[in-house]
């Protein structure tokens, strides 16, 4: 059953979901992972972007944006094979307690003053364990709602975890500001974020064995040769469902143009923009910047399910590049600090709606046996792109981030991601 075909019936209120003992648990165990992200992500761009014992160039920017987002690169594969063979109950209550480790690790080596590669193979270590729970939480929804009620839940879930990790960024701005934003406040801040990961795993220990899947293992028994087949296992599923080969090229041109679009922002607000009222420019800035963008992604999560059933996935996905392209060229390109922030809040609206749409997709017709995978091949391939047009461009963006041409460009990305995706639903005979 495809997202647009979801019944009247299937558009429940959140508090029926709430009233399901497996969805409640899971939700809660990944808000408190979520908000361990935000914590210590936001911590950890302070530690390293905003730290006046530390300096900060576009390299270096690009070099943080990489730890975020190359785990699901780098692991991606291979939790996909090991979420389809392992307990998924097990793997979200080691993988949490293991992160909490290793958040003590990066942020003592934050306290101590460590940069460069040291540092970021710390991050790149809490990040890739991440990546094994969102993964994991994420192939485990259908197994505590009803399958006609995907569609809503998913976007229940993703939405409200999204807000819940700006959630943990707020508390580590404001925990930075008491605590200090020298190398030892920074420590301390990012430390925080042990607490979400130890909360998640209790929280997780409460499911049944088997309770959350696989229900079915079509792996081999030697894990080696289980985690080589998971890419190409993972591609061979999606390329079987138009609409979901259709949404990951959507997708591709989303992570690539919020790329070039973020990279800038982080530098205006570090080197141009100034405090204008109530608008705040530096470490402040950018958490309001994050603000908005959570307003534009609960926004998203409310409305997605009525938008994807009134007008059907394809024109909702058309329409989500179409806007966000707008606002690429309308808000963000006069790069002043009132617009850029309204244009995050656009950007993330029109993205999440785009975001959950491809998840509903591959929840709704990727089989149980393949999503983790599947899930683990969108995660490598969505955050690949995201990290390859940062690289780029900051090569080429000056230090104070003014690069109309670079903003330009984002525009024109999301309009051919767009165009792609035609061709493909077209050429497939997908329905909308």
Request: glycine share 12%.
């Amino acid at each position: 059953m495809t997202a647009s075909a979801e019944s009247p019936a299937a558009k429940v209120r959140l508090r029926s979901f709430v009233a399901l003992p497996g969805f409640r648990r899971l939700v809660f165990s990944r808000f408190a992972a979520q908000w361990s992200d935000g914590v210590f992500r936001a911590g950890l761009a302070g530690a390293v972007l905003f730290n006046p014992e530390r300096g900060a160039d576009p390299l270096t920017i690009a070099g943080g944006f990489a730890v975020l987002l190359l785990p699901y690169s780098l692991i991606g594969p291979f939790a996909g094979a090991l979420l389809d063979r392992w307990d998924r109950r097990r793997v979200l209550v080691f993988a949490n307690f293991l992160r909490a480790v290793a958040v003590v690790g990066t942020a003592a080596a934050v306290g101590f003053g460590v940069a460069g590669a040291g540092l970021f193979i710390l991050a790149l270590l809490v990040e890739g364990i991440a990546r094994f729970v969102g993964s994991g939480m994420s192939a485990s929804l259908p197994h505590v709602v009803p399958a006609r009620t995907i569609v809503t839940a998913n976007a229940v879930v993703v939405t409200l975890g999204s807000v819940t990790a700006v959630i943990g960024g707020g508390c580590a701005i404001g925990l930075r500001a008491v605590l200090g934003s020298g190398n030892v406040g920074s420590a301390w801040t990012t430390s925080t974020a042990i607490a979400g990961s130890a909360v998640a795993a209790v929280v997780a220990a409460g499911f049944s064995p088997g309770k959350l899947g696989p229900d079915a293992v079509d792996e081999p028994r030697d894990v080696v040769v289980a985690v080589a087949r998971g890419f190409a296992d993972g591609a061979r599923a999606a390329l079987r469902v138009p609409t979901v080969t259709a949404g990951f090229v959507a997708l591709f041109a989303h992570r690539a143009s919020f790329g070039i679009s973020l990279l800038l922002t982080v530098l205006l607000m570090r080197y141009s923009f100034t405090d204008t009222g109530p608008l705040k420019a530096g470490l402040p800035g950018l958490g309001q910047m994050v603000f908005m963008a959570g307003a534009g992604i609960l926004v998203a999560g409310l409305c997605t399910p009525r938008l994807v059933a009134g007008f059907g996935r394809r024109r909702v996905t058309i329409g989500s590049l179409v806007v966000a392209a707008g606002a690429q060229a309308g808000l963000g390109l006069p790069m002043i600090l009132p617009t850029v922030l309204f244009a995050s809040f656009v950007i993330s609206l029109a993205g999440q709606v785009l975001k959950l749409s491809v998840d509903s997709a591959i929840q709704s017709e990727v089989g149980d046996e393949a999503r983790g995978r599947v899930f683990a091949l969108y995660d490598t391939l969505f955050n690949i792109t995201q990290v390859a047009a940062v690289s780029v461009a900051a090569v080429i963006t000056p230090l104070d981030g003014r690069s109309p041409l670079l903003l330009i460009a984002a525009t024109a990305i999301y309009l051919l991601g767009g165009a792609c995706y035609l061709v493909l639903v077209r050429r497939n005979g997908a329905p909308s």
